[in-house]
């Protein structure tokens, strides 16, 4: 079922897709010049490794915190996964585990064969799948996701208590199994959830399917209103947001020349990969409760001997002991808002937290390179042969940093992978665009070429997509936000508290 959709494990295609679209390259002059690229050879990787490590190596004492509330990096995990999947499948054509030899693979063959198990659209697929069945009689995959009148279906028991659906095994039952993979962005994907459900049930004209339809459209709406008004403006430069939304796009999506709409992996195995370096050492769900180490909340879907997720986030002697306990209900006010309890993002820069170099998720745990977040990120951009930074920044006319601004600032570790090896000239695009975060905007926001790469695929999808609301001619689409019938949605902190999750201040 398609909610086995997880980081982990090489789930036979047809038991885990429900779309098939293409990926493709932003930059393919890049991606089809050798000097455009990583230098092929066994020292590249040597030294992606050392660049790995120094990442994670968490040598900055102090928290490391950013100006940017913590939901913002599972908002940012969220539209990843509503966008981009399978980059880390491994297969023919993307190895990186189990010790066999990593080469580059040929641009062609790639986009020939990796395929992309997400539509590139902010259509919300990771929570609608692709149902419900309409027409009588019909059946959708996706049919257990809802009951038989269209809503969701959730955990809510109580105003507090509430839980994406689970199975007796514990494994959530929604659309995107890695929605579940920590407590943190399950609870963002049970609150939208909560927000379908309400907006449902503000619906008073039509058949129950005629209201579905309304709902889901507003739903996408509000969700694709917040990307673009607050989400995009708190992780990018602002000009920059502001310039490709008048003046759009121009290396991706139609205004670009694009005739097919596919997912870059500039994109999705380099530049969205940013929110990597955002996530906290440790959180605190509820503020009665001790902080957990992230290694502790990717707990839940680490999978048993029987492949079911294990963790401590449940309690046999529960009523439900298959639902997440009371006291692992996520407290939206210390992650979103203004409050004073309000958990910040790491800062986006080329430093990340120290227990995802030894990721506690299933068959990568222990493996040296899939079971290490900074090695898996550099290891797969060089396999699939994406573009250097330097690459990017001549295809995009942006002023590089240079081998000097780079090493500048950086702990010694990584400064000797940029001064001994050819990593200094031809730099992995991922480290690059966190680099330059670091160097250019303090690890509050992203630098120019992040920014640029990040808002032309968002923004450039939403352009390129008829039923987004930024070509929609609708009246619940105002310049304050999307009305939903009771609520103008416009930020994160409004979409939490219309659903219900809040109040977030
Ligand atoms: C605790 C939080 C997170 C964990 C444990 C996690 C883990 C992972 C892992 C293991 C991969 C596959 C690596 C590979 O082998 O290539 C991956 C891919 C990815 N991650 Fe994350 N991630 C997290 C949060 C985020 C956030 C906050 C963002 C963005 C803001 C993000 C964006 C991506 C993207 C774009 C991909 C590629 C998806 C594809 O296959 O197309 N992740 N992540």
Request: contains cysteine; charged residues 20%.
């Amino acid at each position: 079922m398609f909610s086995k959709f997880r980081h982990t494990g090489e789930v036979a295609t047809q038991d885990e897709l429900l779309f098939t679209t293409p990926f493709g390259y932003m930059f393919p002059d890049a991606a089809h010049s050798a000097s455009h690229l990583l230098p092929e050879s066994p020292e590249t990787l040597t030294a992606l490794r050392q660049l790995g490590d120094a990442m994670a190596s968490d040598v900055i004492a102090a928290p490391n915190d950013s100006d940017i509330p913590a939901m913002f990096t599972y908002l940012g995990q969220f539209i990843d996964h509503d966008l981009t999947a399978r980059t880390d499948r491994e297969s023919a054509t993307s190895t990186l585990g189990r010790g066999e030899p990593v080469t580059p693979r040929d641009p062609d063959e790639v986009v020939a064969h990796l395929r992309n198990g997400r539509r590139p659209q902010f259509d919300l697929d990771s929570v609608f799948g692709d149902g419900p069945s309409l027409a009588q009689g019909s059946e959708t995959e996706s049919d257990t996701l809802y009951t038989p009148d269209f809503h969701l279906h959730v955990f809510n028991p109580t105003a507090t208590r509430r839980d994406v659906p689970r199975g007796p095994s514990r494994g959530a039952v929604i659309a995107d199994g890695r929605n579940d993979e920590n407590p943190n962005i399950s609870a963002l994907h049970c609150a939208f959830l909560l927000l379908y459900n309400k907006i449902y049930d503000a619906q008073v004209a039509g058949t129950p399917a005629c209201k579905h339809i309304r709902a889901r459209q507003l739903t996408r709406w509000a969700y694709q209103y917040v990307v673009v008004q607050d989400y995009l403006p708190t992780v990018c430069d602002q000009a920059i947001v502001i310039d490709t939304l008048v003046n759009g796009p121009r290396y991706y999506g139609n205004t670009a020349g694009h005739g097919q709409n596919f997912m870059p992996l500039e994109f999705s195995t380099a530049a969205f990969r940013f929110g990597h370096t955002m996530i906290r050492p440790e959180y605190r769900l509820q503020t009665t409760e001790p902080t957990i180490s992230v290694m502790d909340l990717l707990g839940p879907s680490r999978p048993d001997v029987n492949g079911d997720p294990i963790g401590t986030f449940f309690d046999t002697t529960d009523a439900v002991p298959h639902q997440l306990r009371d006291s692992a209900i996520l407290d939206f006010t210390l992650f979103a808002g203004t409050g004073p309890n309000v958990q910040m993002a790491r800062k986006i820069d080329s430093n990340i937290a120290r227990g995802l170099g030894m990721l506690p998720l299933g068959d990568r745990q222990g493996d040296p390179i899939l079971g290490h977040l900074a090695k898996s990120n550099l290891i797969r951009g060089y396999s699939l042969s994406v573009p250097t930074g330097q690459a990017c920044c001549e295809a995009m006319g942006v002023k590089p940093m240079s081998r000097k601004d780079m090493a500048d600032g950086e702990s010694a570790d990584v400064a000797a992978v940029l001064t001994d090896t050819a990593l200094g000239q031809r730099t992995p695009l991922w480290y690059y665009i966190l680099r330059e975060a670091g160097a250019q905007a303090g690890g509050n926001h992203l630098g120019e070429l992040g920014s640029r790469i990040v808002c032309e695929t968002i923004v450039g999808s939403l352009k390129t997509d008829p039923n987004s609301y930024l070509n929609a001619n609708d009246l619940a689409v105002t310049p304050l936000g999307i009305n939903v019938g009771g609520a103008v949605i416009s930020t994160l902190t409004e979409l939490l508290n219309h659903a219900g999750v809040g109040p977030v201040a």
